[in-house]
C-alpha cells in the first residue's frame, strides 16, 4: 500500500528538520532526555494548539488515540509526566527561534496581519 502523509503531517513539512536540530544543539535542548527529543516535543505541542487541548492528560489521550501515524512524523507515544517534564526543563529559546524559522517562510502582507 503506497503512504499518503496525513494533513498533520503536511502542516509539519515547512519545518526544516535540519535547521530545527541545529538549534536545538545551539540551546543543548537534548542534553537530559533520552526518549523524549524536541522533535516529539514540538510535534506535541503543534497538536495541542490544532486540536485545542487544554491539559495534558487530553493532549496524551487524544495524542495516542492515533498512534498509527507517529512513524510517518519522526515521533512516538506520548506519556503525560514525560510532556511536564520536558515542559519544565526544555529552553523556551528553541521553539521561539522554531516559529521565527516559519515565520520567515510567510509573505510581508500574512507578517504584517499578524503583529496585531
Known sequence: MRFAPSI????LEPIDRRQFQAIVDRHDGDAYDKSFRSWD???ALIYAQFCGSNSLRGLEAG????SQHH????SGPLMRSTLS????????????????LVANLLDRQMRREGEA
Open 41 to 43: 516535543h514540538l510535534v
Open 8 to 11: 498533520f503531517g503536511q502542516l
Open 85 to 100: 517534564d520536558a515542559n519544565r526543563r526544555r529552553p523556551v529559546a528553541i521553539f521561539a527561534e522554531a516559529f521565527g
Open 63 to 66: 495524542w495516542n488515540a492515533n
Open 71 to 74: 512513524y510517518h512524523l519522526g
